[in-house]
């Protein structure tokens, strides 16, 4: 048996695919574009294993998507793929409506066309599976309760209305062609592997180069850190055993201020890393000007999931940022790699232009 993951050179496609293969003997078609945020050094371990199928090219290709749904026959899609980073969306959205909207909705039509021609058994096991964000369901204030799946939409950056307008394709599929779906909104992911333009690993990356730590606005602002472990073992379970058309809200129960994050992580460097002139990493850190729109708290009521699945996270936030500052201390080439820009090199000489 075989499953098709989109955007699985990025980092929780990256985590998932590897976290599968370790798991599974089922093959793994892996189709990602490559832009700036895939890196194929995140799956070097399994540069030559037969079960991993590596192909460049875009979900928004519907030849391309036709041609390996045709060839793989795979059993679920799993929909990584996306522009993920909101400040990159307040300077240019288009790329977020091009690959998270009408991209989705590409890979809708390829994979309906393909669902709808195979025999009833088949058709019946067939899952799509859509990974969203928590970012759909807009901001809350301090006394708020956490998102559940009841919660309304109410996106306020062009990445998260982005993903509000697929997950909506996504549920139409289901509700006007019966397309087997199930969609997962997670909070805030970390872990290894993470691209350094997101706040934890640029943090850690910046510290240990002697570079400020940038603090948006007062730094209060919430966030709901999941492992990435955790929320891959999460996409697995719902997969297995989740219930066609639902959406499942997947958090790690760990709300923390940005700043409070970034202290934690000060505090971790300067135990493992601690810097030659004794000081705390923590006097780098450098309050500069807030993100515009900037949501104030976001946090997952991931109690669904808990009780109709049984999935937990495996991690508290003290054990995931431990483990996650260990990785990037112990990885230093990959780290290298993408600091310098060399990751890249790496894809033009192995792949060249897209599929
Ligand atoms: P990422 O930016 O690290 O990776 C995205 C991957 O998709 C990259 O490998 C990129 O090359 C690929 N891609 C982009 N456009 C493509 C296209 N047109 N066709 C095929 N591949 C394409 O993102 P991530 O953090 O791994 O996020 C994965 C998914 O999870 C996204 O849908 C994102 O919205 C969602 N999500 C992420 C977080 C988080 O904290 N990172 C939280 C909630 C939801
Ligand atoms: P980010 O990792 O970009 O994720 P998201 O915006 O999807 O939540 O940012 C996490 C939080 O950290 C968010 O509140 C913005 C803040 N942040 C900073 O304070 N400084 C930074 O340099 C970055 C990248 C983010």
């Known amino acids: 048996m075989t499953i098709l993951v989109t955007g699985g050179a990025g980092f929780i496609g990256g985590n ?7 798991a599974h003997d089922e093959t793994v078609v892996n189709l990602d574009a490559l832009t700036y945020a895939g890196n194929l050094e995140t799956l070097q371990s399994i540069q030559h294993d037969a079960r991993h199928v590596f192909v460049h090219g875009s979900i928004g290709d519907r030849a391309l998507l036709e041609k390996l749904l045709a060839e793989h026959q795979p059993r679920a899609v799993i929909n990584f793929a996306a522009e993920s980073h909101v400040d990159r969306s307040i ?43 928590d970012e759909v369901y807009g901001t809350l204030s301090p006394e708020d309760p956490p998102f559940a799946e009841t919660n309304r939409y109410e996106p306020n950056s062009p990445y998260s209305a982005s993903k509000a307008a697929s997950d909506h394709l996504v549920r139409a599929w289901h509700h006007t062609y019966g397309l087997p779906v199930l969609t997962t909104n997670c909070s805030n992911n970390y872990g290894p592997y993470h691209f350094p333009e997101k706040l934890i690993p640029l943090v850690i990356l910046n510290a240990l180069a ?3 730590l940038p603090i948006y606005g007062d730094g209060q602002q919430v966030r709901d850190w999941l492992y990435v472990k955790d929320h891959c073992s999460a996409i697995r379970r719902v997969l297995e055993a989740g219930k066609l058309g639902e959406t499942y809200n997947v958090g790690g129960w760990n709300e923390k201020a940005n700043l409070e994050v970034v202290k934690t992580i000060c ?16 006097a780098q850190i450098t309050f500069v000007q807030d993100r515009p729109g900037h949501d104030r708290r976001y946090a997952i009521d991931a109690r669904k999931l808990e009780r109709e699945l049984g999935w937990k996270p ?16 112990a990885n230093q080439q990959w780290v290298d790699n993408v600091a310098s820009g060399h990751y890249r090199d790496w894809v033009d000489q192995h792949y060249g232009q897209p599929a």
Do not use: C, M
């Open 16 to 22: 998932f695919v590897l976290d599968w293969l370790a």
């Open 91 to 133: 300077h240019g959205p288009a790329d977020f409506i091009e690959t998270n909207i009408v991209g989705t909705f590409n890979l809708l039509e390829s994979v309906r066309a393909y669902w709808s021609g195979l025999d009833s058994e088949r058709k019946q096991a067939f899952r799509f599976l859509h990974v969203s964000t």
């Open 210 to 212: 002697g570079k400020p």
């Open 267 to 282: 505090a971790i460097l300067d135990e493992l890393k601690p810097r030659a002139d004794g000081a705390s990493y923590a």
């Open 314 to 329: 495996a991690e508290t936030f003290d054990s995931g940022i431990r483990k996650t500052v260990e990785w990037y201390l």
